[in-house]
Nanobody, 118 residues
């Protein structure tokens, strides 16, 4: 089993920045991709960013140029640096992780609220 614990959410004004962190623990030796989803009530869940164990990154078009995902494999932690935040970035952000070769995200964190005030 793998546990994912997020931190760093909160309230920020539009144009501001936040950094989310996600620490993984448990049986993590074969974890490959880690990333962040976000969920707004009544809307489809969106994969915001993901990073493989080898450092390959992918971003949703809506956050390209504003968000940066990074990973510290020694600390088993993934980060999401969010800059130039907009009100439409308001959501619950979930850390996710999957094993090598898995077609879906196997593990989810409990979520952290990000609220951007305009």
């Amino acid at each position: 089993q793998v546990q994912l614990v997020e931190s760093g959410g909160g309230l920020v004004q539009a144009g501001g920045s936040l950094r989310l962190s996600c620490a993984a623990s448990g049986s993590i030796s074969r974890l490959d991709v880690m990333g962040w989803y976000r969920q707004v009530p009544g809307k489809q869940r969106e994969l915001v960013a993901a990073i493989s164990s080898g450092g390959i990154r992918n971003y949703a078009d809506s956050v390209k140029g504003r968000f940066t995902i990074s990973r510290d494999n020694a600390k088993n932690t993934v980060y999401l640096q969010m800059n130039s935040l907009k009100s439409e970035d308001t959501a619950i952000y979930y850390c996710v992780a999957k094993w090598y070769g898995s077609g879906k995200y196997d593990y989810w964190g409990q979520g952290t609220q990000v609220t951007v005030s305009s």
